[in-house]
């Protein structure tokens, strides 16, 4: 594993992402301990120290989790992070203490604003709350090592952000080859840069879609280096921009891990020959791909219809790239199938990836008929 300095510390290259670690069978939330602590304990052996979690990551189980499993693991060999929410709770003191209780730890090593949008960055900003007077002093106190935030926010909030407090150890953003032009994720970088604050990526195989791609742009990748898996290419793209600290990945098994693990320890950044077929790809993958999902899930808790919303965009994708209505056909049977959305839009308030939820829908359901 390959590691970069961060002040006093040296951190692997490779994070730890526990939003996607496997469920136990029938849940939707609720992790699976035993297979969950065999994926993690193989991350922690193969050198990966930085862990990230969140206070809504599983409904909560995913911090309750980790307390549980890092227990076999001295406090010193691991950096974990957490996040506060605005949109899950305004006290912030409150969570922060279960945070800690979760967690079983007494501080952690970074300690982040969550999910700063166009929606919560008044929240975050309101001198009456005082987010940052309170983070400040835990960090005082030592309770709180480093503060940062994790932004899907336009780059004109994220300089207005950064002009309010510019006191900030780091940030985190969705980062990907195909979001540095389709969500504009180039100049939040550059604006990070300008700022002088080190990134952490999230999302940098977009929910899993970078995985497996489709036909026409899988094949361009395979056929100019046929040795690399197309993870490779997501990770060797990123390795290549300076101001990356870490890329942060949500690994569901012990091969993951392994695979991860040796591209981060093998790999190098792209030349400028793959940056170049790399754009060719990504430019034929965005031409079918349909809607940009990353499956986080965080429209579903508060969709009125309890539609599950990744699972329904996922099947209109893949109508979208097949053109064959056979291929989602079993979505009819679905108690919440597209036609079901009442288009209310408390969806759309939520989603990082600004995607227009009730259009889709309404698009699959008149596609269905």
Request: net charge neutral.
């Amino acid at each position: 594993m390959n590691f970069k300095p961060f002040h006093d510390l040296s951190i692997s290259a490779l994070g730890f992402g526990s939003l996607r670690l496997p469920l136990e069978e029938g849940s939707k939330t609720r992790i699976d301990r035993s297979r969950a602590q065999r994926v993690l304990d193989c991350a922690l052996a193969a050198g990966i120290n930085y862990i990230d979690t969140a206070y809504t990551y599983n409904q909560g189980d995913s911090e309750c989790f980790l307390g549980e499993a890092l227990k076999r693991h001295p406090r010193n060999s691991y950096l974990l992070a957490t996040k506060f929410y605005a949109a899950a709770s305004r006290d912030i003191r409150a969570v922060f203490e279960e945070q800690l209780r979760r967690c079983q730890t007494d501080y952690f090593d970074f300690y982040l604003l969550h999910s700063l949008d166009e929606n919560y960055i008044q929240d975050y900003m309101d001198p009456n709350l005082d987010y940052i007077g309170f983070l400040k002093e835990q960090k005082r106190l030592g309770r709180i090592r480093y503060l940062g935030f994790s932004s899907h926010a336009q780059p004109d909030t994220l300089e207005k952000f950064l002009n309010w407090y510019d006191g900030f150890d780091m940030a985190q953003i969705q980062l990907n080859y195909l979001d540095w032009d389709l969500l504009n994720a180039r100049r939040q970088y550059e604006i990070l840069m300008e700022h002088q604050i080190p990134v952490w990526v999230m999302e940098p195989l977009k929910g899993g879609n970078l995985v497996t791609l489709n036909q026409e742009a899988a094949g361009i990748l395979r056929s100019f280096r046929p040795e690399f898996s197309l993870p490779e290419w997501s990770f060797r793209f990123l390795m290549g921009l300076s101001g990356v600290q870490t890329v942060l990945s949500g690994m569901s098994t012990e091969k993951d891990v392994e695979e991860n693990v040796r591209i981060f320890s093998e790999g190098s950044p792209l030349t400028d020959e793959e940056a170049a077929v790399l754009k060719k790809a990504a430019d034929a993958y965005v031409r079918r791909m349909g809607i940009p999902c990353s499956a986080c899930r965080y429209c579903c808790s508060v969709c009125p219809a309890g539609l599950d919303i990744p699972a329904l965009i996922r099947s209109y994708n893949e109508f979208c790239i097949s053109g064959e209505t056979w291929k989602v056909s079993g979505i009819r049977s679905l108690t919440g199938g597209p036609d079901k959305c009442i288009g209310c839009e408390r969806c759309m308030r939520r989603c990082p990836q600004k995607i227009a939820i009730p259009e889709v829908m309404k698009a699959f359901s008149a596609a269905l008929k």
